[in-house]
């Protein structure tokens, strides 16, 4: 392995790896000696230091790192041994390995050497191959305590990574043996369980997770197995330290060591998803339960809604029917009252007086007159009869062609003066729109102004599916007020000065719903009105 930064025995920087040099000392007072040291182990190809006493070497080993140091024994002042005493007592220096060099062979000299920490010595005279070959071997075991200082260098900051990795994880994440024994658990795991880390090392998972074992490493669910890559997550029941139960999400993992299987567990609290799941579930069971109330309440609604419509056009009818027969029935005796009230007059007109004459004169008027409101209220309730069975193309231009010619004598009279553009056909009752103009004509006539005789326009227009008629006059007009009221039953602005019954606008307004159409009046009193209806397009004209 090539590399430029090597760690000493003692933690120091020392080049290692094959190809660079690592320092040798060479400690020895006499100069001849030196030479023939360096001499001897020149081919070594590392760098060689010498020192002429014990305290130049010390100097030496103050400022760098040696692999090996080789000591003289025998020096004034500080002798070899004294010098390796102090070599020793330094960290820096305590673990380089030291040859003596030295003339005696006695045991106790031996043992004093060994015990200040001599690797080896070597006794003079010296024989420069054993001191290069012993020499080689020190300075190998020193690269390699080295590698081994910075291989565990790096081994131990992998293991802090690893430490921080897994209290970093927001799991609980527990590292157990093959059977189940725990090895290493997270900060997580004492915060979620609430155990101390110590109460839970060697004991089995199985305190934690009761259910947990070995084989959900091999997923039961063969789709999942084989198309999930990673642990596949259960979910299971978990156990605090105070006997409380939680539901976990637990994935595992194993790691194949040296020293046999690791599994790695980790564990999810999902209590919070679990009910966030039972809220939604709680949730969705009343939505579905409002909604089949709320089917039941519709359908009830439905129901009750058509028995009201029925009920609705079943007094409708009753109505009509009792209109007509009512209308019908009174018809009779009030001829009869107009026919006696004639008779009277002629046949005793000498025994009558001037009030009796115009008592009898009074109940002609208004018999006459209930005549008409009958007359009209009779018109009125009849015309639902048939229902849509007598719609057809009617041709509006044929229509207001008759009503004119109904109201002729009246046009003339009153000099009034009626222009009209093209009308189309509509799908309709041609009698019904004939009145409908007819009435619309006549009260332009009847509410005209006193001074000006009236002028009157018929016009269309067409808008979307319908057409919109208008029905204009330079009359007295209606105050903003009044213009809904008009088209009521028997509604009256005006008092016997103008003859009418007050029906025909309400006859007006039937005959356009009836239609689907709708009408209303646009007005400026003392200027005039303008009466707009709409009817539908006859199906020709649609596309
Ligand atoms: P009637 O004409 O028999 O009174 P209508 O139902 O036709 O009954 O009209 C109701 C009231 O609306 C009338 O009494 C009248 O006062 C007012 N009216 C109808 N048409 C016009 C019009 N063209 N100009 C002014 N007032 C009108």
């Not at 020793?88 to 040859?99: D, G, Q």
């Not at 110590?198 to 669910?221: G, S, Y």
């Not at 605090?240 to 599994?263: C, H, K, N, T, Y």
Request: include cysteine; hydrophobic fraction near 40%; charge should be negative.
């Amino acid at each position: 392995m090539q590399s430029s930064e090597t760690l000493s025995p003692a933690g120091t920087s020392l080049e290692t790896s094959r190809g660079s040099r690592v320092k040798i000392l060479l400690v020895d007072d006499t100069p001849e000696n030196l030479i023939s040291l360096e001499a001897a182990l020149e081919t070594l190809g590392e760098e060689l230091v010498s020192a002429h006493s014990g305290r130049d070497a010390l100097r030496h080993l103050l400022e760098d790192d040696f692999a090996a140091i080789l000591l003289d024994v025998k020096m004034p002042d500080m002798d070899g041994f004294e010098t390796a005493e102090l070599i020793r007592s330094r960290p820096r220096s305590r673990h380089v390995p030291i040859l003596f060099l030295t003339g005696y062979k006695n045991e106790e000299h031996l043992f004093r050497g060994y015990d200040l920490g001599a690797v080896d010595f070597l006794f003079k005279p010296i024989v420069p191959e054993v001191l290069r070959s012993k020499v080689a071997v020190f300075v190998e075991l020193s690269r390699k305590a080295a590698l081994l200082e910075k291989q565990t260098a790096i081994l131990q900051k992998t293991e802090r990574q690893f430490r921080s990795l897994l209290e970093a994880a927001p799991d609980a994440m527990i590292i157990c043996h093959e059977n189940g024994n725990i090895a290493l658990v997270n900060s997580q795991t004492e915060t979620i369980f609430g155990y101390p880390r110590a109460e839970l090392l060697n004991e089995h998972i199985r305190l934690l997770v009761p259910k947990w074992h070995f084989e959900m490493l091999v997923t039961p669910d063969r789709d999942a197995a084989e198309t999930h890559t990673g642990p596949v997550p259960r979910e299971l029941d978990a156990l605090r330290r105070d006997g409380s139960a939680f539901p976990v999400e637990i994935s595992l993992s194993p790691l194949q060591i040296e020293g046999g299987l690791l599994i790695t567990t980790a564990i999810r609290d999902i209590s919070a998803r679990k009910r966030a799941e039972e809220e939604r579930a709680k949730a969705e069971a009343r939505v579905h339960q409002l909604n089949s109330h709320l089917e039941q309440l519709n359908a009830h609604l439905e129901d009750r809604v058509m028995e009201r419509t029925e009920a609705l056009l079943r007094s409708n009818d009753e109505l009509a029917q009792f209109a007509y027969v009512a209308s019908h029935d009174l018809q009779e005796p009030l001829r009869t009252v107009l026919i006696y009230t004639e008779l009277l007059g002629r046949q005793y007109n000498e025994a009558i007086d001037e009030d009796g004459r115009k008592f009898m004169a009074y109940v002609t008027e208004n018999a006459r007159r209930m005549e008409q409101l009958i007359r009209d209220l009779l018109q009125f309730s009849q015309l639902e009869a048939g229902g849509e069975s007598r719609f057809t193309q009617t041709s509006c231009d044929k229509a207001l062609d008759e009503a004119l010619g109904n109201l002729q004598g009246r046009i003339e009279e009153s000099n009034a003066l009626i222009s009209r553009g093209p009308l189309p056909v509509v799908y309709g009752d041609q009698t019904q729109v004939c009145l409908l103009f007819q009435n619309l004509v006549i009260n332009a006539i009847k509410y005209c102004q006193t001074d000006i005789p009236p002028s009157i326009r018929v016009a269309v227009e067409p808008q979307g599916d319908e057409w919109l008629f208008s029905v204009r006059d330079n009359g007295i007009g209606i105050e903003p007020e009044y213009t809904e009221k008009v088209f009521g039953i028997f509604k009256r602005l005006h008092g016997r000065d103008k003859p009418g019954t007050g029906m025909g606008l309400a006859i007006c307004r039937k005959i356009v719903t009836r239609h689907s159409g709708r009408i209303w009046v646009e007005s400026e009193p003392g200027v005039g009105s303008t009466f707009f209806f709409t009817l539908p397009k006859a199906a020709a004209e649609l596309t």
